[in-house]
């Protein structure tokens, strides 16, 4: 079955901290990798996909097929990064996309 | 980026009425349109996905006849709650994607309270 999990609702950073948020993903194909973010009152936007490979706001995220994961990671944490995280995965050939649970990421000041 | 923009943000109806949402491709043509239910602390629920002028595909679990899905045009989908109960009361969401399919763009939810 295709599964994106989150294992952490919520994650508690100091500004200028390493960030890390989980993800891994059970799908028996080759699946497309996505993470999106959703700011205070603010609908959900893409921030970044596996298949471009780019950096976006200082955020990278690597598709390790082995793993099964797809870990979203800043160097150093902004408060403005402060939001809602979700990973979601959409099965090759199709248009649907499956989310995980979401991370609350809060930069402290 | 593209827009899609959702009607109402928030509604509260009595119970047994029914209430429509729209969503809305302002800038694009959605090819697809996905409905999404979420509620409080959890993630994103598929409910069903819609090409234009073909009958929408309901997961797994969705009653077909209780949430109405049209998607009448390429810029425009209905989801209509019929004889809504409190417990439908929840976070409704939209997305859309356009001919190249590479992203998805979503709306910004609408919040529906059946009293």
């Known amino acids: 079955a295709q599964r994106v999990t989150q294992p952490e609702k919520l994650l508690s950073v100091f500004k200028g901290a390493p960030v890390e948020l989980k993800c891994n993903y059970s799908y028996s194909g080759s699946p497309e990798l996505f993470w999106y973010v959703q700011y205070s009152r603010q609908r959900l936007q893409l921030l970044l996909r596996h298949i471009s490979r780019e950096s976006i706001k200082g955020f990278t995220a690597d598709l390790n097929k082995g793993e099964t994961s797809f870990h979203l990671k800043k160097p150093f944490a902004q408060e403005e990064d402060s939001a809602m995280y979700y990973c979601?995965?959409?099965?090759?050939?199709?248009?649907?996309?499956?989310f995980g649970t979401g991370t609350r990421l809060k930069v402290l000041a | 980026g593209a827009v899609v923009s959702q009607h109402p943000s928030r509604v509260i109806c009595k119970s047994g009425t029914s209430v429509k949402i729209e969503c809305r491709s302002l800038?694009?043509?959605?090819?697809?349109m996905f409905w999404y239910r979420q509620f409080p602390k959890q993630s994103l629920m598929l409910m069903a996905t819609?090409?234009?002028?073909?009958?929408?595909?309901?997961e797994q679990g969705v009653e077909k006849d209780k949430f109405l899905i049209n998607h009448a045009s390429l810029t425009l989908s209905t989801l209509t709650v019929t004889s809504a109960h409190p417990e439908d009361s929840s976070f409704y969401i939209c997305s859309a994607t356009g001919t190249d399919n590479t992203e998805a763009f979503f709306g910004q939810g609408t919040r529906l309270t059946v009293v």
């Open positions: 979601a995965l959409r099965a090759s050939g199709t248009y649907k996309y499956i």
């Open positions: 800038d694009f043509q959605a090819t697809t």
């Open positions: 819609s090409n234009e002028g073909s009958k929408a595909t309901y």
